[in-house]
Structure formats: structure tokens, C-alpha cells
């Protein structure tokens, strides 16, 4: 299983970015994993900041992000989207997306690492003031 993240970058306060996750080698339909983005910002732990059930049926968002931040999953194209407007500079960290074979009706208590065993490497979105 792979998952190839992309899309960051350096921008401005106030600024938008779309990350992107293809995902490949998935055993079961892409449909039924559950996704995620997670972060990690210099000196903290990774952070689960959405995640998002099989089917999309739930879908959960830290405080942090919430107003701000939509995932989005394209099942032809076996790829996860992360659209980020608004961004601060509180924002910039190291953005991981990942997926969970075994997908919860609802993240809100379990959008962390020790749910989710596919990973991808991270893409680094620097947010300047």
C-alpha cells in the first residue's frame, strides 16, 4: 500500500492550499477505508486534524480547522483532498493523510495515530506572517 501526499508549500496569512493523497495497493475498495490528515507542527506529536468513515458517512474535524479545512475523496481516482483556506501561521507543519482498513462509523474520539496503520510521507505547508 502506498500513499503519496503533495500539494504544500509556502504561503501568505490568510491563503489557501489543496494537498493531495493518492492512494494505491489498497486491499479492499478505496470506498470503505477511512482517511485522515494529521500534522505535525516543530517540537509537538502528530495530530489527527480530520478524519473521515468509510463512505464518508462521518466525517470529524479538530477545532483547529473546523470552518476551515475540507477533506474530500475522489473513489475513481483513489485520492484524498485536503482544501485549506484561511490559513495561519499556526497552521505550518508537516501534513501526513493516512487510512484505516478498518474504518469507525465516527472519528471523533478516534481520529489519532494508533487508529490509523497506512501511512504516507508528509508535505511540509509553511504559512508566513
Known amino acids: 500500500v502506498q500513499l503519496q501526499a503533495s500539494g504544500g508549500g509556502l504561503v501568505q496569512t490568510g491563503g489557501s492550499l489543496r494537498l493531495s493523497c493518492a492512494v494505491s495497493?489498497?486491499?479492499?475498495?478505496?470506498?470503505?477505508?477511512?482517511i485522515g490528515w494529521f500534522r505535525q507542527a516543530p517540537g509537538k506529536e502528530r495530530e489527527g486534524i480530520v478524519c473521515?468513515?468509510?463512505?464518508?458517512?462521518?466525517?470529524w474535524y479538530a477545532e483547529a480547522v473546523k470552518g476551515r479545512f475540507h477533506i474530500s475523496r475522489d473513489i475513481a481516482g483513489s485520492t484524498v483532498y485536503l482544501q485549506m483556506n484561511g490559513l495561519k501561521p499556526e497552521d505550518t507543519a508537516v501534513y501526513y493523510c493516512?487510512?484505516?482498513?478498518?474504518?469507525?462509523?465516527?472519528?471523533?474520539?478516534?481520529?489519532?495515530?494508533?487508529?490509523?496503520?497506512?501511512w504516507g510521507q508528509g508535505t511540509q505547508v509553511t504559512v508566513s506572517s
Open positions: 493516512s487510512a484505516d482498513p478498518i474504518s469507525y462509523a465516527d472519528y471523533a474520539s478516534t481520529c489519532s495515530i494508533p487508529h490509523f496503520g497506512l
Open positions: 495497493g489498497l486491499i479492499f475498495d478505496f470506498e470503505d477505508y477511512g
Open positions: 473521515s468513515s468509510a463512505r464518508d458517512a462521518s466525517t
